[in-house]
Structure formats: C-alpha cells, structure tokens
C-alpha cells in the first residue's frame, strides 16, 4: 500500500520559513518523481514545485512561478523523504499543502498518480 505522509505545515508570520516533509512508504522511491501542490480555500488545487527521480545534483527541478526564488524541493533517495522548502512566506500561501509521487515528469506537474494527505500551512499578516 503506498503512503505519502506530510509533515511540517503550521501558523508562521509573514517573512518566515518551513520545511514540508513528505515520507513515503510502499513505493520505489528512486523511480519516481516528487512533487508538492497546493489548496487555498476557496481555489483549485495548483502545482507548486517538482524533482525528477534522480537524486543530488543530477535532479531537474520546476517550480510554479509564485515558487521560483522562495522555494526548494528536494529529496533524499535513501530516506525516501521529499521536502519543500519555503522561504520568504506571504499570506497568500496560506493552503493545504500536498506532496505527489508519479513515474512521468509530465504528469508530476499536472496529475499525479499518488497524492499524500496534506498538511495545512497558514501565513498571518
């Protein structure tokens, strides 16, 4: 049974920093790649960022453009652990956050086979 757990969500101010996790079980790590979207109440869920199944510096990233500059995305082959970083927070990334598993690089960024559970992430003024 494949599990993607997060973790790491919160209540920050605006202009601090998090770091999602997501854990994983019942899943071939390395073979896939990781992504992480996001809910805002009220809106569709939408990409925020991927990494290809390659681990280090070997690993292509893509980031939505409310992403680029304030946040990373790695992971850890041999934890089987994904993260987002987030730096630099703005209330408007105030959302569930979802950490996603799919085999295309494609379909990491649009829909992917394998979806956690969330983890909430709120943003005060």
């Known amino acids: 049974q494949v599990q993607l757990v997060e973790s790491g969500g919160g209540l920050v101010q605006a202009g601090a920093s998090l770091i999602l996790s997501c854990e994983t079980s019942?899943?071939?790590?390395?073979?896939?790649?990781w992504g992480w979207f996001r809910q805002a109440p009220g809106k569709e869920r939408e990409f925020v960022a991927a990494i290809s199944w390659k681990n280090g510096e070997n690993s292509e990233t893509y980031y939505a453009d409310s992403a680029k500059g304030r946040f990373t995305i790695s992971r850890e082959n041999g934890k089987k652990m994904a993260y987002l970083r987030m730096n630099s927070l703005k209330t408007e990334d105030t959302a569930v956050y979802y950490c996603?598993?799919?085999?295309?690089?494609?379909?990491?960024?649009?829909?992917?086979?394998?979806w956690g559970q969330g983890t909430q992430v709120t943003v005060s003024s």
């Open positions: 019942g899943i071939t790590f390395h073979y896939y790649h």
């Open positions: 996603a598993a799919d085999k295309n690089f494609t379909a990491i960024r649009i829909n992917p086979t394998y």
